[in-house]
């Protein structure tokens, strides 16, 4: 066991699924000989070969669709798209064809792909490189949705996704690729997909985050006594530890990046109301960023939602 950043974590989960499993290619812009964009593939190329590590044309409809085939056919392919604007281009694949393969075909087939993107504000890059629009995919029947936030889970989770039967989408917070490091065993784990994992225990807020915004949120709970959900999987989520959890705390708090209308934390929010209600102290708050399309880099840091507008959410809801 050694302390390792994200990105090796990664590297580490695909190197071993691919030992593991003749049937795990990967594909993707620049992912064999660069080793992707943030470098994630790097080495796997002289490891596994030109045939199951393939660098494709620059077209994610073109990535998307040929990962598509693949599954279909029994290979298990994990497709990365650089970043998580650049997906838009291949939605059509994965609405029309990968989440609807299972129903299709009556459940004689299956779709057991992964798209690996990173997401999220953070590193300052232009336009359409720091998008948050997992709520897109997490409304979409058949299509599994993963937010790592540390080493640790980044490599359990994706181990678990490329074993899926189903597609998954695994998008990785690039704020965190290199800033956070933790103890990751070297032999075999997994973390099971639809699970979330309590980050922190507390007894007087219960808070819902995933990827970057779990260590903000965590990072501002230092004057409060806050039980920190960290989602993981935001399709299917984990309804129970939530119930759970606001059950006892009584107060909620949902933290996310992207914009607060149509957010994944509406979803989160309206459970709670539904099945929580009557152990409600104070208002459901979210924290978001603004509704508005994401800046370009000196503006980056106003739209990511901030420590201290998290901090105000917790007062808010114990001063109620």
């Given amino acids: 066991m050694g302390k390792i950043n994200i990105v090796q974590a990664i590297n ?8 593991r499993d003749r049937d795990v290619v990967i594909l993707g812009e620049d992912v064999a000989k660069d080793g992707g964009v943030f470098r994630v593939t790097q080495g796997l190329l002289d490891k596994f070969g030109p045939e199951r590590v393939i ?35 291949g939605l059509e694949q994965v609405f029309s064809h990968a989440a609807r393969i299972r129903s299709r075909s009556r459940g004689r087939y299956t779709c057991p792909m992964v798209v690996r993107t990173p997401y ?14 997992e709520a897109l995919f997490a409304q979409m029947p058949g299509i599994k949705v993963v937010v790592p936030s540390t080493p ?21 917070p690039s704020r965190l690729y290199r800033s956070i490091k933790s103890d990751v065993p ?53 309804e129970e530890t939530i119930i759970n959890s606001v059950k ?10 992207a914009p607060r209308v149509g957010g994944f934390g509406a979803e989160i929010a309206a ?11 104070a208002p459901i708050l979210r924290v978001t960023a603004p509704d508005a399309v994401i800046p370009m880099a000196r503006l980056e ?18 001063e109620y």
């Fill in 12 to 19: 580490q989960a695909l190197a071993e699924e691919m030992e």
């Fill in 55 to 89: 660098d494709t044309p620059l077209s994610e409809l073109g990535i998307i669709g040929a990962a598509v085939g693949l599954a279909a056919y029994g290979i298990k392919p994990v497709a990365e798209i650089q970043f998580m604007g650049f997906i838009y281009a």
């Fill in 120 to 133: 999220g504000i953070g590193i300052k890059p232009p336009e359409l490189h720091s998008e948050s629009s």
């Fill in 152 to 172: 640790y889970n980044a490599k359990g989770l994706l181990k678990s996704a490329i074993r899926d039967p189903d597609t998954v989408i695994f998008l990785e």
């Fill in 186 to 238: 070297d032999g075999e784990y997994t973390i099971p997909l639809g699970k979330a994992h309590i980050h922190e225990q507390g007894k007087d807020i219960t808070v819902v985050a995933w990827g970057t915004m779990l260590h903000r949120a965590a990072d501002a709970a230092e004057d409060f006594d806050c039980e920190i959900i960290d989602l993981m999987t935001l399709r299917p989520y984990d």
């Fill in 248 to 257: 006892k705390t009584g107060r909620l708090v949902i933290v996310h990046e």
């Fill in 271 to 281: 459970l709670v109301a539904e099945k929580a209600m009557e152990y409600l102290k």
């Fill in 301 to 318: 840091d106003h739209y990511m939602p901030s420590p201290e507008s998290i901090k105000k959410a917790y007062r808010t809801v114990m």
